[in-house]
């Protein structure tokens, strides 16, 4: 069993609680984390974004958790860019991605087999659902492109996205579909990493959102609701078309969620930030199921893959 730690939504900052956000309270709750992180065998610990909020101070104090974590627990980190990372002065926009040991234009894959059995493989998809954006815009010319990339879409009310949201470059596109088609070349299982989620239809976690969409059997598209990527319709269609996905998984909305669609598992980790106590998972891939270990007010699930041949 391949088995990882994750995280979403620590949010720190050296700020007074906020509509319900824990601001400070979360450089403890991350540090117990990365402490049970770094005894126990997994193989690697997944941020999933939103690791600070506010300023350029707050992510340098992040940047040290993290690399005295790596150096002396020995906890492999792997990232996902979210939006507030981005909340930083227009001149540090650019040294976000080093705060992450993460290169421009911040999306990327790796592979891992199972230890004890081979077969077991997967590749790990991350997408940078920032990439087009205004808050991550370093200069006016990417502003504008945001901008004119925001127009072209549409809630499900008829008005424009948030722009706390972002979206993904055709170039970004492309290279999951390739990288998706890599992976059934290699027999591999996939699984792809963002900060946004996309979808959810479950009442297995207690949402306002999630229960109504049980209530009346239908499921929720966040592209729709304004708290996703604003292509993330378009992300969802390369997904259907490749039987190799098994999962979906995603931090930003804080209350979390989860939902099952055309056999793809969908995850929304509980952001640590709007927590009492803590909230982190650990998440273990087998070759016909996920299972996630909720620790704290995370919730766990289990998930079997569906054989199939292709995906509608």
Known sequence: ?????????????????????????SYEKLLSAVGEFSRADVAFAMNFGDAY?????????????????AERGKVKWRHVLGNHDFSVPLDKKAEVYDVFNLKKPGYYDFSLVDRDDESNKWRVVVLNGNEISLYAAENDAEKRAAQKERAKRKLADG??????????????LEWLDKKLQEAEKEGQNVLVCSHFPLYANSKTHNSPRTRLASLVNVGIYYSDLGV?????????????????????????????????????????????????????????????????????????????????????
Request: proline letters at 3%; a negative charge.
């Open 159 to 172: 008005s424009e996205p948030h722009n706390y949201n972002g979206s993904v470059s055709a170039t970004q």
């Open 53 to 69: 909020d506010h300023d350029w101070e707050n992510a340098l104090a992040i940047k040290e958790v993290l690399g005295v974590s």
């Open 228 to 312: 996703s990527t604003w292509n993330g319709r378009e992300i969802l269609e390369i997904l259907d078309r490749r039987p190799c996905v098994k999962a979906y998984m995603a931090g930003h909305l804080h209350e979390g969620s989860y939902g099952e669609r055309n056999n793809v598992a969908h995850i929304t980790l509980r952001g640590i930030v709007e927590t009492e106590t803590t909230a982190y998972a650990y998440v273990e891939l087998g070759k016909d199921a996920l299972r996630v270990e909720g620790i704290g007010e995370q919730p766990s699930y289990n998930f079997k893959f569906v054989e199939e041949q292709n995906k509608p």
């Open 1 to 25: 069993m391949i088995r990882f730690a994750a995280i979403a939504d620590v949010q720190y900052a050296d700020a007074d609680d906020k509509i319900g956000r824990h601001y400070r309270a």
